[in-house]
């Protein structure tokens, strides 16, 4: 039976927000009902509005009714869960609101002394974290204010900063208040049961890992496409753009995982040293070199959404080249590619390996139709396919591609855990090998960035909604 986590006291920064009402309370009911949360816990939403504990208690309980409708919900242990939640009003600027945080932590919780155990959820806009970990610093809550016997913990929602100075400056913020095992950057990506089984696939497979490299590896794709818009974003999609709010984390994070050495042992930090090296390794990016291995596209019809500026320059979709310059990957092109309203919603990578060095089999000039290919479908489908070439029945040789396939929907019965549930489970066990460290957020930036640099003023393309973004997305691939 797995351990349960420590008593403690769960503090949610921006508890009105659509990720607290949609991942974090449902998340944490739920594991509440299974039975993972500790005996004595207790959550405190934290917001601007005025709202009493019943308020935001009746608040929270209509958001997650859609989540939960009376019939599947278990009453009693909803009950004893919307009991222990409490609010506290405060302006994220005013450091005097924190003391009546401080306070009503020490009278909510289980915590009989200062030294109760506290998870800090920033789940606030990049911009209040370091206004927030100051006045937390102020108000006696911080890990380093003198506490030994509880412990200290902070998540911070993505994107962390919105360039590699303010995460730097985030980092250096955060540094002083809280110790880096204490500190929790969360990318929900890293608790996809399919992204966590990439590193198992490669690693835990005899067959795959001699071909993994550049001698054997034509090429990497990793799209993640999304058939919807930016919903009722548009505030947040205005100050983030596609590169901050998918590229910098989701994506770089998918790459990373297909890339790195194998790791020394499955320790956090033995994990997160070879993701960090593929991170530092991505080659940046010049002026010439975005013109043939950069794509920018906005949908057509975003700049009438909601709270988007009529001339808006921002980025919905992108389209890149990558290549990461290490012994291993050294030459093979890592096309990413990343956008909202697109024509389909999934998440894949798809690693195509060389062409056999001689072309019997196949009618055109080029073998490409039936390159072998593994490709990991992250979602919506959960599955993972090998494509080889098989002889097409019938008098002549020639050769089609077939596929064998793995779905983790008829291998396995057990119903995984969602992303926010492991990671909450993860933040209060202490481990951190799911977490971004400081190192790997700072060289993703870097990448992100050197690529906004080169790009300049260079406009955004159009493209339809629903199609394949934007007409010279090709260009990427000469
Ligand atoms: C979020 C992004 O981090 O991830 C969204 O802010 C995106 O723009 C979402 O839609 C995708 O995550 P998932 O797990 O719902 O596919």
């Not at 204010?145 to 995460?167: F, H, N, S």
């Not at 930016?230 to 989701?250: K, T, V």
């Not at 066990?429 to 700072?442: H, K, L, P, T, Y």
Request: charge should be negative; hydrophobic fraction near 40%.
């Amino acid at each position: 039976m797995q351990v349960k986590p420590d008593n403690c006291t769960i503090i949610i920064f921006g508890a009105s927000s659509d990720l607290a009402a949609r991942k974090l309370f449902p998340s944490l009911y739920e594991l509440a009902l299974w039975g993972n949360l500790p005996d004595d816990y207790h959550i405190i939403g934290v917001g601007r509005a005025a709202l009493s504990h019943e308020e935001f208690r009746s608040f929270m309980q209509t958001k997650m009714a859609g989540i939960f409708p009376d019939s599947v919900r278990d009453e009693a242990a909803y009950a004893a869960f919307i009991a222990r939640i409490a609010y506290v009003r405060l302006d994220l600027e005013e450091p005097d609101g924190y003391h009546a945080l401080y306070h009503e932590i020490m009278t909510t919780a289980a915590a009989v002394c200062r030294c109760a155990n506290l998870l800090f959820y920033l789940a606030t806009p990049p911009s209040f974290a370091p206004v927030i970990v100051r006045n937390l610093q102020r108000a006696d809550l911080g890990e380093k204010d003198g506490c030994m016997d509880g412990w200290r913990k902070i998540i911070v929602e993505k994107p962390y900063g919105r360039d590699l100075q303010t995460a730097r400056e985030l980092n250096s913020v955060i540094g002083e208040v809280f110790s880096e095992n204490r500190v929790f950057r969360i990318d929900h990506y890293l608790g996809k049961e399919t992204v966590q089984n990439i590193m198992v696939f490669r690693f835990s497979n005899g067959i795959f890992e001699p071909l993994w490299n550049r001698h054997h590896i034509a090429n990497v794709t990793i799209t993640i496409a999304e058939d919807f818009g930016i919903r009722d974003r548009g505030a947040f999609y205005e100050e983030a753009g596609l590169l901050r709010d998918i590229m910098q984390n989701h994506a770089l994070q998918l790459l990373a995982a297909v890339a790195m050495e194998p790791p020394v042992d499955l320790s956090a930090d033995a994990v997160r040293d070879e993701k960090a090296k593929v991170l530092r390794s991505i080659r940046p990016f010049t002026t010439e070199s975005v013109d043939h291995s950069v794509v920018l596209g906005q949908y057509d019809g975003y700049r009438s959404e909601k709270n988007v500026a009529s001339d808006s320059t921002v980025e919905t979709f992108a389209a890149i080249k990558f290549f990461i310059d290490n012994w291993r990957w050294k030459d093979v092109p890592f096309y990413v590619k990343a956008g909202k309203n697109l024509a389909a919603t999934v998440t894949e990578i798809v690693i195509t390996f060389q062409c056999p060095p001689q072309n019997y089999f196949c009618p055109a000039e080029s073998c490409s139709y039936t390159a072998n290919q593994v490709i990991l479908r992250i979602q919506p489908e959960e599955t993972i396919a090998i494509k080889f070439g098989a002889k097409r029945p019938g008098e002549s040789v020639i050769t089609d591609p077939v596929f064998m396939k793995f779905d983790y929907k008829t291998s396995f019965t057990e119903a995984g855990l969602t992303p926010y549930h492991r990671l909450l489970l993860d933040a209060l066990a202490g481990e951190q090998m799911n977490f971004i460290r400081q190192d790997s957020v700072e060289y993703s930036w870097a990448i992100i960035d050197s690529i906004r640099q080169a790009v300049g003023s260079k406009l955004p393309e159009g493209y339809p909604a629903h199609s394949h973004g934007p007409e010279s997305v090709d260009k990427i691939y000469g």
